[in-house]
C-alpha cells in the first residue's frame, strides 16, 4: 500500500508542474501511417507532419511511428494501432495496438487510456500494449508505471523498472522481472527504428542491474553516458506485494 | 471460477440433462448413460479458459501471446517468479442435485436427489506460446437417492491439443481424441458401454470490460467406435456463455446450448437445449462453493425420448495447480 501511495504521490507530483501536450511532430514513419483528423479523411502521414490532439494516428500491419511532442516526450506506436492525445490532460487514448512512452524526466507525466484499462507514468519509459479481448501489457523499461482497472480505479498496480505486469481476465498479475536486454534486442518498437532512445542510459542502468554484464553495445547510448543515472532504480529494495487480485485460475 | 472447476460443475449439471429412457430396457438404458456421461464430457469442451492467458505467463517463463509481441519484443520472465503457467490441476468436487425428472422420461417424471463425486487429474503442457497439450481423466459417479437403479459410473480420458490465435481474440481451437467407459453403480469392472470419438472445438472469447467474458463456440464430436454399437452417436453444438467475476470471490455464470446428436446406426435424431447458471464463491484459493441451476429439453425424432427438465444444486470443490 505504501508502494502505490509513493507512486501516486510522484504521478500525482509530476501532473501538477505539467504543460499541456499542444502537438506532436511525426519523426519516423515505417510503412503504412495514416492521420485521420477529425470530419477528414485519412491520409498518409510523412515525417515532419504535425500532430494535433484532434487527430488520430493509425498504423496498419508491420507498421510503425515515431511522435515527438512539444515537451520532447517520445511516443512509438507500433503495428495496427490507434493512437490519439488529448493535449490538455497529457492523456492519450490507445484504441488498440502498442505505444512505447518515453517521457523526461521532469516533463510531467502521462497517462494513456484504453476501455479496459489506464497506465500512469512520469519521467518513465514503459511500452504498453492493448487489444480488446486479450490480455494488457505493461513494461517498464526505466522508471515507474502504474497501471489501473477502468471498472474497479482503486485496482491498481505499480510497475517498477524492468518489471511486466498483465491484466488479463479482469486481474493484475503480480508484477515481475523480465529480460530488458531481450527486449532491447527483439522489439520493434526499438530496434525497428532509426533514432536512439533518449533514456537508453537508463535503460542500460536497469539491464546491468539485471546483471546483464556483456549486455548488447547497440543498446549502450552513444556518448556511454551514464552520469544521470537514477541509481535508486536498481539499488531499491523491491516494494511490498501489491493488493493484486489472483487471476482466475490461480 | 476456475475454469476447470466451472468444467466439472457444469459438467455435472449437464450429466443430468440429457440422458433419458433408462428404465424402458437395457439398451435405453444405455442411451441414457451414455447421454448423460457423455454431456459431461461436452462441457469439459467449452474452452472458454483460454489456458496462457489465465496466469498471464507461460510454463517456460515468458509472458503470454497478444497480437503486437513483435512490437514489444521477447518478453522473458527472470528467476523463475511471478505467476507462471501451471500445467497440472487435480480436481475434486462433491455436487448434490434435485432434478426434476430423474430418468428424464417424457410421461410422469420422477424427482430425486443424486449425489455425484468425480476427481479429475489434468495436463495441459505449453508447446508453443499458441499451441498447448490437453490431456486429462475423470472417473465420477452418479448415485440416486430414490432410483438406486440409475447409478452409474463414468471414466473419460482425453487427449489432444489446443492452438490459440491471438489475432483473432484468442480464438481456442480443440482437437481431442476421447475415449469414455460407463460402469454399472461404482463398479468398475462391469462395463456398460465405451466409446471412442474425436472433438473439433472452436472457442472465441469477448471480454467486454473488467471481469466480463462472452463466449461463442461450437464443434462436432464424432464417435469412431463403440461397443455396443447401438448407442453411438455424433454430435455437433453450439453455445453461448457470459461469465463475470462480481467481487474478487464471488462469480457468476450461464451457459446457453443447443446441441444435434444423429445416431450411427438408427435414423434417430435429437436437438437438445438447455440453459444453466452457476454462482460461485471462492472460500479459499483452492476452495469454491457453488450453486446452480438449469433447464433443458430434448426432441427426438423417436418422440418417446423427448422430455424436459429443471435442476437444482450445490457443492464445494477443490482445485489445486502446480
Redo the contacts between chains.
Keep these: 500500500m505504501v508502494c502505490f501511495a509513493s507512486a501516486g504521490v510522484l504521478i500525482a507530483a509530476g501532473f501538477t508542474t505539467a504543460a499541456p501536450l499542444r502537438q506532436a511532430r511525426v519523426t519516423e514513419i515505417v510503412r503504412d501511417v495514416k492521420l485521420l483528423a477529425n470530419h477528414a479523411a485519412a491520409r498518409p502521414a510523412a515525417v515532419s507532419d504535425s500532430v494535433t490532439a484532434d487527430t488520430a494516428v493509425r498504423t496498419g500491419t508491420e507498421s510503425r511511428a515515431e511522435l515527438i511532442f512539444n515537451d520532447d516526450t517520445l511516443a512509438r506506436v507500433g503495428a495496427n494501432t490507434v493512437f490519439t492525445f488529448d493535449g490538455g490532460n497529457r492523456s492519450m487514448d490507445l484504441g488498440s495496438g502498442a505505444v512505447l512512452l518515453q517521457v523526461p524526466k521532469g516533463a510531467g507525466g502521462a497517462k494513456i487510456s484504453t476501455p479496459a484499462v489506464t497506465a500512469a507514468v512520469t519521467g518513465t519509459t514503459i511500452m504498453f500494449e492493448y487489444n480488446a479481448n486479450v490480455p494488457a501489457k505493461l513494461m517498464s523499461l526505466e522508471g515507474v508505471g502504474k497501471m489501473c482497472s477502468v471498472k474497479h480505479p482503486d485496482e491498481c498496480v505499480v510497475v517498477n523498472a524492468g518489471e511486466i505486469s498483465i491484466f488479463t481476465g479482469g486481474h493484475f498479475t503480480k508484477p515481475v522481472k523480465f529480460d530488458v536486454r531481450k527486449v532491447m534486442r527483439s522489439a520493434k518498437l526499438i530496434r525497428g527504428m532509426k533514432h536512439k532512445l533518449p533514456s537508453l542510459a537508463l535503460i542500460n542502468e536497469v539491464i546491468r542491474g539485471q546483471g546483464g554484464s556483456g549486455f548488447d553495445e547497440n543498446v549502450i547510448a552513444p556518448d556511454g553516458s551514464v552520469g544521470t543515472i537514477d541509481q535508486r532504480l536498481n539499488s531499491q529494495p523491491p516494494p511490498p506485494p501489491p493488493p493484486v487480485r489472483s487471476p482466475p485460475g490461480l | 471460477?476456475?475454469?476447470?472447476t466451472v468444467r466439472f460443475h457444469r459438467a455435472a449439471l449437464f450429466t443430468v440433462l440429457f440422458g433419458g429412457i433408462a428404465l424402458l430396457s437395457t439398451s435405453a438404458t444405455t442411451y441414457a448413460q451414455a447421454d448423460r456421461a457423455q454431456t459431461a464430457q461436452d462441457q469439459a469442451t467449452y474452452a472458454s479458459?483460454t489456458y496462457s492467458?489465465?496466469?498471464?505467463?507461460t510454463s517456460n517463463g515468458h509472458?503470454?501471446s497478444?497480437?503486437?509481441d513483435?512490437?514489444?519484443?521477447?518478453?522473458?520472465?527472470?528467476?523463475g517468479?511471478?505467476?507462471r503457467y501451471?500445467p497440472f490441476s487435480l480436481s475434486v468436487i462433491a455436487p448434490i442435485y434435485y432434478t426434476s425428472n430423474a430418468a428424464l422420461t417424457r410421461f410422469d417424471p420422477k424427482g430425486d436427489v443424486f449425489f455425484a463425486p468425480a476427481a479429475t487429474f489434468s495436463y495441459s503442457p505449453r508447446f508453443s506460446s499458441q499451441l498447448y497439450g490437453d490431456f486429462a481423466v475423470q472417473q465420477q459417479f452418479f448415485y440416486y437417492d430414490r432410483f438406486g437403479d440409475l447409478n452409474f459410473g463414468s471414466f473419460d480420458t482425453r487427449a489432444g491439443l489446443i492452438y490459440l490465435v491471438?489475432q483473432l481474440?484468442?480464438l481456442a481451437i480443440r482437437l481431442a481424441y476421447d475415449y469414455n467407459r460407463l460402469t454399472v453403480s461404482d463398479s468398475l469392472n462391469e462395463e456398460l458401454f465405451a466409446d471412442q470419438s474425436i472433438i473439433l472445438n472452436l472457442n472465441l472469447?469477448?471480454?467486454f470490460?473488467?471481469?466480463?467474458?462472452l463466449s461463442l463456440g461450437g464443434g462436432a464430436r464424432i464417435s469412431v467406435f463403440g461397443d455396443p454399437d447401438l448407442p453411438r452417436r455424433d454430435e455437433f453444438d453450439i453455445y453461448l456463455a457470459y461469465s463475470i467475476?462480481a467481487t474478487?470471490a464471488v462469480?457468476f455464470n450461464a451457459v446457453g446450448r443447443v446441441v444435434a446428436r444423429a445416431y450411427v446406426l438408427s435414423d434417430r435424431i435429437d436437438v437438445s437445449e438447455s440453459l444453466s447458471v452457476a454462482a460461485s464463491y471462492r472460500v479459499t484459493?483452492m476452495i469454491s462453493a457453488s450453486v446452480y441451476s438449469t433447464v433443458a429439453g430434448n426432441q427426438s425424432s423417436d418422440k418417446k425420448f423427448d422430455y424436459s427438465v429443471a435442476n437444482l444444486g450445490g457443492g464445494l470443490s477443490l482445485l489445486i495447480?502446480f
Design positions: 471460477m476456475n475454469p476447470p479458459d492467458s489465465d496466469s498471464g505467463f509472458a503470454v497478444t497480437p503486437n513483435a512490437d514489444l519484443g521477447e518478453q522473458e520472465i527472470m528467476g517468479g511471478g505467476e501451471q491471438p481474440r484468442n472469447p469477448f471480454r470490460s473488467d471481469g466480463q467474458e467475476n474478487r462469480s484459493r495447480r
